[in-house]
């Protein structure tokens, strides 16, 4: 008398469960983050031998009591297929619509293999690799990559800003080098009416940069650390733009402007803070544009 159905049958599944066994492992090694492309080759290779057991469980011949323990066996393996097939489809794709039918399929392959138990105990007793595990995973995929999507477009509007800013960096500092001029008792050839409309097209237009930073939309912690620093930068470019307005109009008589020293230097100090506003402004906004990949930039604004 051969072996029984159950003996060759539990033969032939022997693979899978130790397949199985290896996914549990590997999983339990995966973090979230970290690179998946191990599991994906284990849960490749079970695929196949799962197939090739499939093919010898379907050779086996079954009689009499063996016959419901066959079926109870091919769904079982049927239910591997599925949920390997699902978890390789997420682990390629962790955005992959299949990620919420995983932890149903994981569960009734588990509950149909420990449904061998009485006749199988080896295959009840195999641990089945977690959805669950799985499930973290792509979702810190997901979530990681809804956050640098949401960084990168955090970044191009500031840069698009800071763009914006570059023309009124250039016009300021022009506009104070002829105003040190005329305090140094120098000639310029700025007429007062073109310092005044200079000044106050500076004025209006840093106005307007601070209060589109202000409504910069800041999706993420990381955004929105950047956001508040490149407000604070626009916020003391203004009032330095405005202690330059002050020494023009200072002695303005409508005709002639005297432009003084003293108020020049008086300005120094939110020039100051300015300056360094901008530099932990870029120093953090160059650290978010690296987390997405992009390159540093030393725009002047």
């Known amino acids: 008398q051969g072996p029984t159905y159950s003996a060759q049958a539990a033969r032939y599944l022997a693979p899978v469960l130790a ?18 492309s191990g599991v994906l080759t284990v849960i490749t290779t079970t695929q196949s031998d799962t197939q090739s057991t499939q093919q010898n469980i379907d ?61 199988m105990s080896a295959a009840a007793r195999a641990p089945f690799p977690s959805s669950a595990k799985v499930v973290a995973f792509a979702t810190a995929a997901n979530t990681s990559a809804q956050v640098t ?17 570059s023309s009124t960096f250039q016009e300021v ?16 050839d700025l007429t007062l009416p073109e310092a005044e409309q200079q000044i106050n097209s500076i ?9 589109a930073a202000q409504a910069l939309n800041a999706p993420t912690p990381a955004a929105t650390a950047v956001s508040a620093d490149l407000v604070t930068a626009f916020s003391d470019s203004l009032k330095d733009d405005n202690d330059l307005a002050t020494c023009l109009n200072e002695a303005n008589n409508g005709t002639i402007a005297f432009i003084f ?20 402004f870029l120093a953090a906004f160059n650290q978010l544009r690296a ?9 002047q604004f």
Do not use: H
């Open 19 to 36: 397949d199985n066994t290896k996914i549990v492992f590997v999983l339990g090694l995966l973090a979230p983050g970290g690179n998946s």
């Open 291 to 299: 987390s997405v990949g992009q390159p540093p930039t030393n725009v």
């Open 173 to 188: 500092n022009s506009f104070y080098a002829q105003l040190q001029t005329a305090a140094d008792g120098g000639v310029t």
């Open 149 to 165: 999507q949401q960084n990168t477009v955090f970044s191009n509007q500031a840069m698009a800003l800071l763009t914006q800013s």
């Open 59 to 119: 050779g086996l011949k079954a009689t009499g009591s063996d016959e419901a323990l066959a079926i109870q066996v091919k769904a079982a393996l049927v239910s591997e297929a599925a949920w390997l097939q699902t978890a390789a489809a997420v682990f390629s794709n962790t955005s992959s619509p299949l990620l919420s039918q995983l932890s149903g399929i994981g569960l009734d392959a588990q509950n149909k293999f420990a449904a061998l138990g009485p006749r």
């Open 261 to 280: 020293e003293g108020c020049l230097s008086a300005s120094s100090s939110d020039n100051a803070a300015a300056t360094t506003d901008k530099a932990t």
């Open 203 to 211: 004025v209006a237009s840093r106005t307007s940069l601070a209060a």
